[in-house]
């Protein structure tokens, strides 16, 4: 017949090779997080006069490019995904100035062209950089700035958002919180770009871009991002729409429903 005491002693061991199992998970989580959030892809462009370079604080270049436009009302400061640069953006980037806008953007730390080491307060402060470049360099006033951020862009996006004015936010295939896109509920302390936090915060309108069937972050994500907004909000979820390539997906809708709020600013 089994003693209590040897259940308890089974039991007590039990937890402590979880407790010990969840330790090294969870600090296995944080030294890998930064190789996992920020995955440099291969550099698909060169130096040209199209980019500048931006000097940080802490001396650090910070690669950048701007698409202008004479005709456009707003200029996109534009936060790109983890898996790409400025020149695979440039690819793109076309298509927004042909719907009206002009687009400013830059490559996070050791992305493209860029110096040093990407983390969520480089990633950050960078964003900063940026949007001051636009209004002491390029001259566009705040309540023309329209800052967007994709994916990954959309921590350093709202980051930025709750900090310095702009006419609006948009936030596409964004997601709750870095960790989330992983392990659905938290589980580890450490979490990045905790976007569901600082929903509440922000105190200008915000346009939730998601599709319905993306697979890298899903759909979920951009809903609770949407409940959580208490600023006017506007949104465009896209019936089987993916996570890269929505806007070709959707067709002219998603250039209109941008558009339209946009235009509402």
Known sequence: ??????????????????????VLLAVGTHFLAGWMIFPRPPVKYELGPDYVQLTAPDGVKIAARHWPNPQAKHTLLYLHGNYEDLGSIGDYMPQF???GYAVF???????GHSEGTPTEANACSDAALAYEHMRTKLGVPADRIVIFGYSLGSGPAVELARHQPAAGLVIQGAFTSAYRVMTTIPVFPGDK???IAKMPELKLPVFVI??????????????KLY??????????????GPHAGLA????????EELRKFTDSL
């Not at 017949?1 to 969840?22: C, E, N, P, T, V």
């Open 1 to 22: 017949m089994i003693k209590m005491s040897d259940l308890f002693l089974s039991l007590i061991r039990i937890l402590a090779l979880l407790g010990i199992a969840y």
């Open 97 to 99: 100035v042909a719907a």
């Open 105 to 111: 953007a830059i490559d996070y730390r050791r992305y």
């Open 193 to 195: 770009f905790v976007n």
């Open 210 to 223: 998601h599709g319905k069937a993306d697979d890298t972050v899903p759909f979920w994500h951009g809903e």
């Open 227 to 240: 409940e959580a907004i208490t600023a006017r909000k506007g949104k465009l979820f896209v019936e089987g």
């Open 248 to 255: 070709d997906f959707t067709g002219p809708r998603y250039w």
